[in-house]
């Protein structure tokens, strides 16, 4: 992208915080309803019956925001699964796969673990990489669903790794995800950060999920906490090691001074969160879905940091002398969520929902 597109858009970006309009928010609001027009009517392609709907094998849960930039999807997505394996279900994962390359990008692909992240994505591997669920990405979401429950008969239930603005496959359920940026200044895009426009009220097949402390918006909706658990070498996580329990590993980088790179759509919190740890850090921000080839920091970088969803981008054997260490992050939804959720799938369940157990 060029300086001046660059510049244009951190302007635009910078319009959509706070809880009320800018005057520059107002002066692109005619944009935004142009935009709110053609989704309605894409929409209601699909309300009237113009274009077909296509139902997914078992029940599918669309994990979405309706934001645009990262609202923490991809971690929640990864603790859904667990928290639903805790419930008796055999739970996969179907995703469009951003940030794919080459000329069979929008094909339909299963996930392994020797998968790249520009065959499938580098959000799609990161989820099989650290939850072993089976995993299809394509930019055909229902074609997605029908090979993953063939290849995978066991599973009874889908998740959906963004999806909330696509309509050919019909959702069964849905976990809204919200960050500390609520829904801003509460435009549609390009005045605002929404894709499309609050619901008054959360309809009863969702729920509404915030990762931050306290709610963001005015929607009844539980919360959860996510964080960094820990930190080890890119080898070490690569043959799927953790941090330790005690201490993370964060001693270790403590006396460092390291570059944090990130490839996020906003990667300032986590730089925020690597302080918090008490690292020194220089920060070097990159684009969401950055490909890291050629690798972004200057030959001979002593020690960098990056996120899990980089992390797969690297092979160990692809960064030189530089010591890369992989900064893992949780997401823990608070105790309630666990029965909010029982609760929401139950009616879609074709056994006995069991008592809910503890996690290890």
Same mark, same amino acid.
């Given at each position: 992208?060029?300086?001046?597109?660059?510049?244009?858009?951190?302007?635009?970006?910078?319009?959509?915080?706070?809880?009320?309009?800018?005057?520059?928010?107002?002066?692109?609001?005619?944009?935004?309803?142009?935009?709110?027009?053609?989704?309605?009517?894409?929409?209601?392609?699909?309300?009237?019956?113009?274009?077909?709907?296509?139902?997914?094998?078992?029940?599918?849960?669309?994990? %979405?925001?309706?934001?645009?930039?990262?609202?923490?999807?991809?971690?929640?997505?990864?603790?859904?699964?667990?928290?639903?394996?805790?419930?008796?279900?055999?739970?996969?994962?179907?995703? $469009?796969?951003?940030?794919?390359?080459?000329?069979? $990008?929008?094909?339909?692909?299963?996930?392994?673990?020797?998968?790249?992240?520009?065959?499938?994505?580098?959000?799609?591997?990161?989820?099989?990489? $650290?939850?072993? &669920?089976?995993?299809?990405?394509?930019?055909?979401?229902? +074609? +997605?669903?029908?090979?993953?429950?063939?290849?995978?008969?066991?599973?009874?239930?889908?998740?959906?790794?963004? %999806?909330?603005?696509?309509?050919?496959?019909?959702?069964?359920? &849905?976990?809204?995800?919200?960050?500390?940026?609520?829904?801003?200044?509460?435009?549609?895009?390009? &005045?605002?950060?929404? $894709?499309?426009?609050?619901?008054?009220?959360?309809?009863?097949?969702?729920?509404?999920?915030?990762?931050?402390?306290?709610?963001?918006?005015?929607?009844?909706?539980?919360?959860?906490?996510?964080?960094?658990?820990?930190?080890?070498?890119?080898?070490?996580?690569?043959?799927?090691?953790?941090?330790?329990?005690?201490?993370?590993?964060?001693?270790?980088?403590?006396?460092?001074?390291?570059?944090?790179? +990130?490839?996020?759509?906003?990667?300032?919190?986590?730089?925020?969160?690597?302080?918090?740890?008490?690292?020194?850090?220089?920060?070097?921000?990159?684009?969401?879905?950055?490909?890291?080839?050629?690798?972004?920091?200057?030959?001979?970088?002593?020690?960098?940091?990056?996120?899990?969803?980089?992390?797969?981008?690297?092979?160990?054997?692809?960064?030189?002398?530089?010591?890369?260490?992989?900064?893992?992050?949780?997401?823990?939804?608070?105790?309630?969520? &666990?029965?909010?959720?029982?609760?929401?799938?139950?009616?879609?369940?074709?056994?006995?929902?069991?008592?809910?157990?503890?996690?290890?």
């Amino acid at each position: 992208m060029s300086r001046l597109g660059t510049g244009i858009g951190a302007w635009v970006t910078a319009q959509w915080a706070g809880p009320h309009p800018s005057a520059g928010a107002r002066l692109l609001q005619p944009l935004s309803w142009l935009y709110a027009l053609l989704a309605g009517a894409h929409q209601a392609l699909y309300r009237l019956g113009w274009r077909a709907v296509q139902h997914a094998p078992v029940p599918l849960l669309v994990v %979405g925001n309706l934001v645009a930039g990262g609202a923490g999807k991809t971690p929640t997505v990864m603790a859904l699964v667990g928290l639903l394996r805790l419930q008796g279900w055999t739970p996969g994962v179907i995703s $469009r796969g951003h940030g794919r390359r080459g000329a069979d $990008r929008n094909a339909v692909r299963a996930v392994q673990r020797h998968s790249s992240a520009a065959e499938v994505g580098d959000e799609p591997l990161l989820i099989h990489l $650290r939850t072993g &669920a089976p995993v299809v990405v394509g930019a055909d979401r229902a +074609a +997605a669903a029908r090979r993953l429950c063939a290849t995978n008969p066991g599973v009874d239930i889908l998740l959906a790794d963004d %999806g909330l603005q696509h309509h050919r496959l019909r959702r069964d359920l &849905a976990v809204l995800v919200f960050d500390e940026r609520g829904a801003g200044n509460g435009l549609r895009l390009p &005045a605002g950060p929404l $894709r499309q426009a609050l619901p008054l009220q959360v309809p009863a097949h969702m729920l509404v999920l915030y990762n931050t402390a306290r709610p963001s918006t005015a929607l009844p909706g539980l919360t959860g906490q996510r964080r960094l658990s820990g930190a080890l070498p890119l080898a070490a996580w690569w043959q799927g090691q953790t941090a330790d329990a005690v201490d993370g590993g964060w001693p270790a980088l403590r006396d460092r001074r390291l570059l944090a790179v +990130a490839g996020l759509a906003r990667p300032e919190p986590f730089f925020s969160m690597l302080e918090a740890q008490g690292l020194q850090i220089d920060r070097l921000p990159l684009t969401d879905h950055h490909g890291f080839d050629p690798l972004p920091w200057p030959a001979g970088t002593p020690d960098v940091i990056v996120t899990e969803k980089d992390a797969v981008k690297l092979p160990p054997d692809a960064v030189g002398a530089t010591r890369v260490w992989v900064a893992t992050l949780d997401f823990q939804p608070e105790p309630g969520f &666990a029965e909010a959720l029982r609760t929401l799938c139950a009616p879609f369940k074709p056994h006995p929902v069991p008592a809910l157990q503890t996690p290890p």
